[in-house]
């Protein structure tokens, strides 16, 4: 049976006891542009949620893909202010209501960006989103408990060989971390969580959640 969901004021502590014990690991991938993602944990009265975008089908990369806000860093912009810019846009949530607790380690993308995703808490939640039409199709949430149960998280192997030729090259060339690979294929392992049948998260935000829960909640990979 799984563990009480913590409240949102425990799993607030937790994320900033835990991103403060070590600075996030950066990555310079050359030819890939920064990005920036919000990973906002919102206090909700059933407990305490995180926020996900359905992207719409009709964008250039990612179509149809669940993911955080946020999105590619303007000229001499951060990636927390290019996560809080992007937020805003996409789903309407200001920059005022949002607490910046600090940020995971950099994950390279296939669609050539390197990502800093930026963890933050929400006190005050609007009670809906509203989506930017031409690029979310559905902002939503999901429990923090439900992605915390065991029995809602999967892996899966991805053979690298399938990525575009340079992006392939360029992300060999990252360290990943032992981990993720299979010593036995060199296949990467891939994150799921189906805390929602119908809004399973995967790939690069699967990845990214799983390195918050991992080390902010103490689940064993």
Same mark, same amino acid.
């Given at each position: 049976m799984p563990a009480p969901a913590p409240s949102f004021e425990d799993?607030?502590? $937790?994320? $900033? @006891?835990? *991103? %403060?014990a070590r600075p996030a690991r950066t990555l310079e991938v050359p030819g890939f542009r920064r990005a920036g993602v919000l990973v906002p944990i919102l206090d909700r009265s059933p407990g305490p949620t995180l926020l996900f975008t359905r992207r719409t089908d @009709? *964008?250039?990369?990612?179509?149809?893909?669940?993911?955080?806000? &946020? &999105? &590619?860093c303007a000229t001499l912009e951060t990636a927390s202010?290019?996560? *809080?810019?992007?937020?805003?846009?996409?789903? &309407? /949530?200001s920059p005022d209501s949002v607490e910046i607790l600090g940020a995971l380690d950099d994950v390279p993308s296939i669609a050539r960006y390197v990502v800093t995703p930026i963890v933050a808490a929400v006190t005050s939640p609007p009670s809906t989103f509203v989506p %930017? @039409?031409?690029?979310?199709?559905?902002?939503?949430?999901?429990p923090l408990? $439900?992605?915390l149960d065991p029995a809602n998280r999967r892996a899966s192997l991805w053979d690298p060989a399938r990525l575009p030729p340079e992006a392939a090259a360029? /992300? /060999?060339?990252v360290q990943v971390p032992f981990e993720e690979v299979d010593a036995a294929t060199g296949h990467w392992r891939v994150w799921s969580f189906? %805390?929602?049948?119908s809004r399973i998260v995967w790939g690069l935000t699967a990845r990214v959640l799983a390195d918050l829960l991992d080390r902010a909640f103490e689940r064993p990979r």
């Amino acid at each position: 049976m799984p563990a009480p969901a913590p409240s949102f004021e425990d799993a607030v502590a $937790r994320v $900033r @006891t835990a *991103l %403060a014990a070590r600075p996030a690991r950066t990555l310079e991938v050359p030819g890939f542009r920064r990005a920036g993602v919000l990973v906002p944990i919102l206090d909700r009265s059933p407990g305490p949620t995180l926020l996900f975008t359905r992207r719409t089908d @009709t *964008l250039p990369h990612h179509k149809g893909e669940i993911s955080f806000p &946020g &999105g &590619g860093c303007a000229t001499l912009e951060t990636a927390s202010a290019a996560a *809080l810019r992007e937020a805003d846009e996409e789903v &309407g /949530l200001s920059p005022d209501s949002v607490e910046i607790l600090g940020a995971l380690d950099d994950v390279p993308s296939i669609a050539r960006y390197v990502v800093t995703p930026i963890v933050a808490a929400v006190t005050s939640p609007p009670s809906t989103f509203v989506p %930017a @039409t031409a690029e979310v199709s559905e902002p939503f949430e999901l429990p923090l408990g $439900r992605l915390l149960d065991p029995a809602n998280r999967r892996a899966s192997l991805w053979d690298p060989a399938r990525l575009p030729p340079e992006a392939a090259a360029a /992300l /060999l060339a990252v360290q990943v971390p032992f981990e993720e690979v299979d010593a036995a294929t060199g296949h990467w392992r891939v994150w799921s969580f189906h %805390a929602d049948p119908s809004r399973i998260v995967w790939g690069l935000t699967a990845r990214v959640l799983a390195d918050l829960l991992d080390r902010a909640f103490e689940r064993p990979r």
